[in-house]
């Protein structure tokens, strides 16, 4: 018989980086698997290590029902994985408010009152959170996930400050990863992407998009980071993932205006070629 090792929560775990991971460390460890469309787990066959649970990340009562239904089955939680998310895409004048929210609803606001609400779990335990390269701030018409995920970051590492050693963050900064939220984004997004005054601008990231889904970073490289991070005595608090992810956060540090300067200059050319 196999000993458990460990306990996971993993959100978003019925696609990319989160199904991956669910694969991995399912056979020597408890893991509970968040999933939102119900269609997507009916075909699992992980066995009992397995938990699945509903979570839908925009809805803080989905929030608090799927907290407490894992604090009925477990008393620690080893690990925390925190994958889910989406992308609101466009320009910032033409993105109607309610959507930035949403953005950060689902992406910063629903892993934190999550966290919140599992942390009597926690002794020494490890929160992982799926960020990414776009939240060094250097990509426009994305600026909503950007600005989600700088977000996400600095709540988290202020909390385990504040916690002390209640739990060690630790972010995973991927570059463009190989999954369906590519595809997805496009569908989100048809309507703001569907202007006339950033057609140009708008049509290179739709293309962008569909090149990332089938060209991007394999999820298995991040996945490899992540338990990796999970695994060592003393992992470091961030993880960039891809070349593209480690040529983003070296140009971050250049000063704003010049970097604005390049940016322009580089979406332009992007543009016309």
């Known amino acids: 018989m196999k000993k ?30 968040g999933y939102r469309n119900e269609d997507k787990i009916k075909n699992w066959n ?8 509903y979570i839908d990340m925009s809805e803080s009562s989905s929030i608090k029902e799927a907290s407490e239904y894992i604090k009925s089955r477990t008393n620690k939680i ?15 004048e033409e993105i109607n408010i309610k959507d930035i929210k949403y953005q950060f609803d689902v992406n910063t606001f ?8 599992l942390l009597p779990l926690f002794n020494e335990s490890r929160v992982i959170n799926v960020s990414s390269m776009a939240s060094y701030g250097i990509f426009p018409f994305i600026a909503p996930y950007s600005a ?44 703001t992407l569907n202007s006339d005054k950033y057609k140009k601008e708008y049509n290179y990231l739709i293309n962008n998009a569909y090149k990332n889904e089938k060209k991007g970073l394999n999820v298995s490289k991040v996945a490899d980071i992540i338990i990796k991070a999970d695994c060592v005595k003393n992992p470091k608090t961030s993880y960039t993932v891809g070349m593209d992810a ?8 250049i000063p704003q205006d010049i970097l604005n300067k390049l940016i322009k200059t580089g979406m332009k050319i992007k543009i016309k070629g």
């Open 4 to 33: 458990i090792k460990k306990v996971y929560v993993i959100t978003g775990s019925t696609s990319g980086i989160g199904y991956e991971l669910l694969k991995r460390l399912s056979n020597d460890n408890i893991v509970f698997a």
């Open 46 to 53: 992980f066995g009992e290590n397995v938990i699945p649970f």
């Open 78 to 92: 080893n690990t925390l994985i925190n994958v889910a998310g989406c992308v609101v895409a466009g320009a910032v």
């Open 110 to 117: 629903s892993h934190l009152e999550f966290t919140q609400y």
């Open 148 to 191: 989600s995920k700088r977000a996400l970051d600095i709540l988290f590492n202020s909390m385990q400050l504040e916690c002390d050693k209640r739990f060690k963050y630790i972010s995973i900064k991927p570059g463009a990863i190989a999954t369906p939220l590519w595809r997805k984004s496009i569908d989100v997004n048809a309507k």
């Open 246 to 253: 480690f040529f983003a956060e070296i140009i971050s540090y």
